[in-house]
């Protein structure tokens, strides 16, 4: 979800250092972190440049210029990698906020081969007042997750997904003052793998599994102790986040009212229900999620925020006008049992979900309208034909021509289905009754 400093100088930042090829005819490449084009970069970040090959520290030249206010600024000496492939810069004072701060690399490698490219590049800091985003997270966190992934397509019981029903997956999100050569992850059963850098959130890494079978999913992810291990150019660092043995896998969420879900009035509160997380506490977790495409449009608080719903939960209310009219929605609620622990310097966080996706999709406010008005049994009765979950309140008046703000309520109800019956409780003792429904109380 981060970055790093640098010193003025009038004219220009200059750092020398060199490359040694193994290959014959062939400049070495070189890839930078921020990369080319990153925006809201911390103002404490580090650059890094990565080579192809293997470096000796002795001829390269790189500049560094900030084009915001038109000044030259500068890093001390790089720290290279073991194996010379990594530099790092260490500004010697924040970059200024709000900034696009330009590089170039220029020299050649061990047989005067010119250097080729990316050779030069820009990154654009951010406000320097930190918050959420990419480049200023305050720690450094470790995430691992076991998910079994369930689809619910009717009122009936959900089904297991027939694309990617069990997955392991393990994440690392570095604090905005680090930079990583790579991160590796060992598992219980001591096979290692190495997450993926994200390309356009440089600070995150990540590993994603996915297996036919549970019984396949524990065997290659069984629960016990798992190891990150971050290398940098400056340090390395291992830790550890355990899956306790002990913790089970939750039962799959079912929606109960799932027809109604799929008819639902954007401009009305909707309460989704589902049955209870079997063997779910206070301490566990249960989150919900409504998105379109690619991005969410409604969410529970994530598990482990404040507001978050626990285990014990049933039901959630999707407030009023939180989703637009006439669309369609994937949705998904998950089960999580879940354990966090924290320091100064870093988070971790391990669990295992039970997923079920669905779909919600909604219709317009529907115009009520009273038919079939008749007296019976001594009182004045009439239907409204309206939409299922709509909230209505109806007033009534003996005078048509009196002002509408002035006539008193009768009552206000939610319709059960798309037509609702209603009996005036007073005595029919007048010859006439006027009566006006509208949407909302």
């Given at each position: 979800?981060?970055?790093?400093?640098?010193?003025?100088?009038?004219?220009?930042?200059?750092?020398?250092?060199?490359?040694?090829?193994?290959?014959?005819?062939?400049?070495?490449?070189?890839?930078?972190?921020?990369?080319?084009?990153?925006?809201?970069?911390?103002?404490?970040?580090?650059?890094?440049?990565?080579?192809?090959?293997?470096?000796?520290?002795?001829?390269?030249?790189?500049?560094?210029?900030?084009?915001?206010?038109?000044?030259?600024?500068?890093?001390?000496?790089?720290?290279?990698?073991?194996?010379n492939?990594?530099?790092t810069?260490?500004?010697?004072?924040?970059?200024?906020a709000?900034?696009?701060?330009?590089?170039?690399?220029?020299?050649?490698?061990?047989?005067?081969?010119?250097?080729?490219?990316?050779?030069?590049?820009?990154?654009?800091?951010?406000?320097g007042s930190?918050?959420?985003?990419?480049?200023?997270?305050?720690?450094t966190?470790?995430?691992?997750?076991?998910?079994?992934?369930?689809?619910?397509?009717?009122?009936?019981a959900?089904?297991?997904?027939?694309?990617?029903?069990?997955?392991?997956?393990?994440?690392?999100?570095?604090?905005?003052n680090?930079?990583?050569?790579?991160?590796?992850?060992?598992?219980?059963?001591l096979?290692?793998?190495?997450?993926?850098?994200?390309?356009?959130?440089h600070?995150?890494?990540?590993?994603?599994?996915?297996?036919a079978?549970?019984n396949?999913?524990?065997a290659?992810?069984?629960?016990?102790?798992?190891?990150?291990?971050?290398?940098?150019a400056?340090?390395?660092?291992?830790?550890?986040?355990?899956?306790?043995?002990?913790?089970?896998?939750?039962?799959?969420?079912?929606?109960?009212?799932?027809?109604?879900?799929?008819s639902?009035n954007?401009?009305?509160?909707?309460?989704?229900?589902w049955?209870?997380?079997?063997?779910?506490?206070?301490?566990?977790?249960?989150?919900v999620?409504?998105?379109?495409?690619?991005?969410?449009?409604?969410?529970?608080?994530?598990?482990?925020?404040?507001?978050?719903?626990?285990?014990?939960a049933?039901?959630?209310?999707?407030?009023?006008?939180?989703?637009?009219?006439?669309?369609?929605?994937?949705?998904?609620?998950?089960f999580?049992?879940?354990?966090?622990?924290?320091?100064?310097?870093?988070?971790?966080?391990?669990m295992?979900?039970?997923?079920?996706?669905f779909?919600?999709?909604?219709?317009?406010?529907?115009?009520?309208?009273?038919?079939?008005?008749?007296?019976?049994?001594?009182?004045?009765?009439?239907?409204?034909?309206?939409?299922?979950?709509?909230?209505?309140?109806?007033?009534?008046?003996?005078?048509?021509?009196?002002a509408?703000?002035?006539?008193?309520?009768l009552l206000?109800?939610?319709?059960?289905?798309?037509?609702?019956?209603?009996?005036?409780?007073?005595?029919?003792?007048?010859?006439?009754?006027?009566?006006?429904?509208?949407?909302?109380?």
């Open positions: 979800m981060n970055r790093k400093s640098i010193l003025a100088i009038p004219l220009g930042c200059i750092a020398a250092v060199l490359l040694l090829t193994a290959q014959w005819a062939s400049a070495t490449t070189v890839a930078s972190n921020p990369a080319n084009g990153a925006t809201g970069v911390s103002v404490n970040t580090q650059i890094a440049f990565t080579f192809s090959s293997v470096m000796n520290p002795a001829y390269i030249v790189v500049t560094c210029s900030n084009l915001t206010a038109g000044t030259w600024v500068l890093t001390p000496s790089g720290v290279w990698s073991a194996g492939t990594v530099v810069y260490t500004p010697l004072s924040a970059l200024p709000s900034s696009v701060i330009a590089w170039w690399v220029q020299g050649f490698d061990a047989l005067l081969q010119p250097l080729i490219g990316p050779t030069s590049g820009t990154f654009t800091t951010g406000t930190g918050g959420s985003g990419s480049g200023t997270n305050a720690l966190s470790f995430q691992l997750s076991k998910v079994y992934s369930w689809d619910q397509y009717s009122a009936a959900p089904v297991p997904d027939t694309n990617a029903p069990y997955y392991f997956s393990a994440y690392t999100t570095l604090a905005s680090r930079t990583a050569i790579s991160i590796t992850l060992t598992n219980p059963i096979a290692a793998t190495n997450l993926t850098q994200n390309v356009v959130q600070e995150n890494y990540y590993f994603f599994s996915s297996m079978t549970s396949a999913l524990e290659a992810y069984p629960q016990g102790n798992y190891s990150f291990t971050v290398s940098a400056a340090s390395n660092q291992t830790v550890q986040v355990v899956l306790p043995a002990g913790m089970t896998q939750p039962n799959p969420p079912h929606i109960t009212n799932f027809v109604a879900a799929q639902l954007a401009t009305q509160a909707f309460t989704l229900g049955d209870a997380f079997v063997g779910g506490y206070s301490t566990d977790y249960v989150y999620v409504i998105s379109s495409g690619s991005s969410n449009v409604w969410k529970t608080p994530d598990p482990g925020v404040a507001g978050a719903l626990n285990g014990t049933t039901t959630v209310t999707i407030p009023a006008n939180s989703l637009q009219t006439n669309s369609s929605y994937t949705a998904n609620i998950g999580y049992h879940a354990v966090y622990g924290s320091n100064v310097t870093y988070v971790t966080g391990a295992r979900a039970t997923v079920t996706q779909t919600v999709n909604t219709v317009g406010s529907v115009r009520p309208v009273i038919t079939n008005m008749v007296p019976s049994g001594g009182h004045y009765t009439f239907d409204i034909q309206t939409s299922a979950g709509q909230t209505l309140t109806v007033v009534s008046s003996t005078n048509c021509a009196q509408l703000g002035l006539w008193p309520i206000t109800t939610n319709s059960p289905g798309a037509k609702v019956h209603i009996v005036d409780p007073r005595s029919a003792t007048n010859r006439s009754m006027f009566y006006r429904v509208r949407n909302g109380s």
